[in-house]
């Protein structure tokens, strides 16, 4: 049953030879086009029993390795006043990994060291990737493979200046728990630049996030918490323009005081409390056998009803990673998942509509989201609101941003999302109820100085929407 | 077998009769006696056989309520890396509840609304309490009881001006990631004073903080959320006296900048976030009949040692509550805990000694803790430091504050801690490990806006502190 998984597929998003044409700089698409064709990657599907280190416990059903270390696929069942609601398997990885990036100047312009990494679930392999995206079994050599480059930089006493630290968390309708340290640290010696590795400026960062499945996930959420990675200020008032709108959404609260947002912070902060009040479901991680109407095969864990997602098998095969091959399960959707902010301009100001989301693994249970998040396969016939449907069918709003981009490949197998920013006319009505909150995107930026604000989809959004800057 | 709980016991810090004498009002005095002696409360314990309501899940040993409401005495397993480490029963109330204390300014004096409030687990039958203390099952009355006076100040559209709103969280070594809505509302009505409340200055509240057993949990951790509960600002340079540096700590940044703080406050973020990251276990919810080493009687659910806590049953009849008489489980500790603050002038700026503690039930596993955090029973010779050894003892340092205070008479049965804040001298060396941080109470006070940052025992501590302004 083994086949390659790479073949290409004309609706999965634009192939990476559209890839290698789209960015700003000739530079880049050479050095890119090399990174490819340097490559030997191969990922296979393999059933369950021919991975290595891999068993399911007797027990309880659950998939995990047998160093304890790494991830397991467990079961997660929620439960409203003490009843058996929703079941499903999830992914247990209780270790906090770093997803971090150097920066540094040059000539005065501020650049970041990304990286051309494969991950196993990448739909095209290759994507552009912080400069460590490690999980502490990965830094601390559980798998005995090379060390993390420019893992010093990040960790220990020979630290860099810290621009970043903070824990966010991960997609929770497929992790338990999973929190990331985010960080940026600014680099004042000379850095050697591994092949692997390239200066971007925060700009050309910018410009490469409308190419499709390009700039991965962690390099989005790592991004999406930088303080300063702001627009121009606003010109003269009464611009009218979408940039003038968004840099008065971030510059606002700086400039004018806090009137220029729809909401103060402290509403804000108990809005947010409230949504969690009224979550009236709990959740606990149960042994997977446990978990009803989903079944295992020889090569795949899957509900009956095929909606959701599967756990497949894969073996790896790369050769600029650090362990050369291996196996590993992956949560593979069925289907492409939906993110959106719809945004509106309120006296001059860009104002986000924010979505209070209850998701079964996060640690608060509550975050805040986009306006509309779909998981894949999900049916947006689902959303209460008409102007929030028309809104997912492009049929009311200006489109500010489009792009489909991958969630974690190293985790998921195949995951996309589209992303969208629309802009709806102040005389579009848009009743929502207290999920909901209108929020600048400086707001959004000083919540991300902490944890468990902001979802990971409205966390790559926010980086969606400065690229616009 | 059952017994009267009440039976005056001289080990049990001060009685009713010395608390009345203490506080600075003869007001408050005959206002608390009459509240005393109004009282019709008797709680007797049961067999857990005579709980209404209450009954063990045949298949997993949980005690629950059988509306699926209010509370569950379930089981938690920690695990290193996979791996089963400790185990034990634990309170599981995934509802949020409110903690809420009404303020209003008379004579350009603020006072809080304080209640003289029975819970069937204190000590002393009466402790001063915040105006609301409810959970959610509690206020959306699905005991069918009366409602919950001044609640409209807290919820719904007649909400007063809010001046803290957060969640905080409870004991981690006895709740499952127990949270509750720590709430301040300014009134500027009038507002009509039932006979179980009376208006207190902070000042008065401060006084009556060194009063065993009086101010009960929940007031505490609410008012350690107040961020203007000040001392005025400090007077000359160099004066050199405690209250001088207390009010260095709480006025330093906005005075003097960080410079007066030993660590700015990204560095304390990120020394948070090492420590979540050093932590190698994870907790899950389990059934209670898997908890190991623990036994159940017809009376009792204790570990085999006798070590820890005991999870017992009690019949409640109460003249001044919503509902009349009631059945509940309690948990009982063995024993008084301690909880202490190491503090120290540096540069004539009052700094704590914070650490950085894992409790199994966090939501976030690791919160900040005081600097000595001793369960009921555990040994103070398990510290690994001499110098906190010595502190303990009461051989080194100044004592600022020592007072033996309750925890939540609700959930604990005569559980009692005894709260020190220690001020060491600059010339005592305390070689403390990475999970140790020193802090100016502006510092704790700015991590106060969000959740999950400080423990209940080191918020319970900070107003100790601020009880010395």
């Not at 509900?303 to 095969?317: G, L, N, S």
């Not at 091959?325 to 719809?342: E, I, K, M, Y």
């Not at 995951?415 to 005389?427: G, H, N, P």
Request: glycine share 8%.
């Amino acid at each position: 049953m083994r086949s390659a998984m790479y073949s290409p597929r004309s609706d999965r998003g634009r192939a990476a030879a559209d890839v290698i044409d789209a960015p700003a700089t000739a530079d880049f698409t050479k050095w890119w086009a090399e990174r490819e064709a340097a490559g030997r990657f191969s990922v296979n599907r393999i059933p369950f029993a021919e991975m290595q280190g891999w068993r399911f416990d007797p027990e309880t059903g659950n998939l995990a390795h047998e160093s304890g270390r790494f991830f397991s696929i467990d079961g997660v069942q929620t439960r409203v006043h003490g009843v058996d609601d929703w079941a499903q398997p999830i992914i247990n990885q209780p270790e906090i990994g770093i997803l971090g990036i150097i920066v540094k100047e040059f000539d005065g312009v501020l650049h970041c060291l990304m990286q051309a990494k494969m991950e196993p679930g990448n739909v095209n392999t290759l994507q552009l990737s912080p400069t460590v995206q490690a999980t502490r079994s990965n830094y601390t050599q559980v798998h005995r493979g090379a060390r993390t480059r420019y893992l010093d930089y990040f960790v220990g006493r020979r630290r860099g200046e810290l621009l970043v630290d903070v824990l966010q968390s991960e997609q929770g309708a497929w992790f338990w728990r999973k929190r990331n340290r985010n960080m940026v640290v600014l680099a004042t010696d000379d850095v050697e630049v591994h092949e692997d590795f390239r200066w971007l400026t925060l700009a050309e960062v910018g410009a490469l996030m409308r190419v499709d499945n390009l700039v991965n996930m962690d390099a989005r959420t790592v991004l999406s918490c930088l303080p300063f990675w702001a627009p121009d200020k606003a010109g003269p008032a009464g611009d009218g323009s979408f940039a003038s709108a968004l840099a008065r959404s971030y510059h606002c609260e700086s400039v004018d005081g806090r009137a220029a947002a729809l909401n103060a912070f402290g509403e804000i902060l108990s809005w947010f409390i409230e949504a969690k009040t009224r979550c009236d479901w709990s959740a606990r991680l149960v042994p997977l056998d446990l978990v009803p109407a989903w079944r295992r095969t020889a090569d795949e864990i899957f509900d009956e009803e095929r909606r959701h997602f599967r756990i497949i098998a894969v073996q790896v095969e790369a050769g600029t990673r650090e362990v050369k091959r291996w196996t590993q399960p992956l949560l593979s959707p069925r289907g492409q998942g939906d993110a959106l902010f719809v945004v509106r301009v309120v006296r001059g100001v860009l104002h986000l509509l924010v979505q209070a989301r209850p998701e079964y693994g996060l640690v608060d249970l509550v975050e805040m989201g986009p306006t509309v998040q779909l998981q894949p396969g999900e049916d947006p016939a689902g959303l209460a609101e008409p102007v929030l449907r028309a809104v997912v069918h492009g049929e009311v709003g200006t489109v500010r941003y489009d792009t489909v981009l991958s969630e974690e490949g190293g985790r998921f197998h195949q995951a996309l999302t589209r992303y969208r920013i629309v802009e709806i006319d102040e005389d579009v009505p848009v009743e929502v109820d207290d999920n909901f909150c209108w929020m600048t995107v400086r707001q959004l930026t000083d919540l991300l100085r902490h944890g468990h604000y902001l979802n990971v989809e409205a966390r790559s959004l926010l980086t969606c929407l400065r690229s616009l800057c």
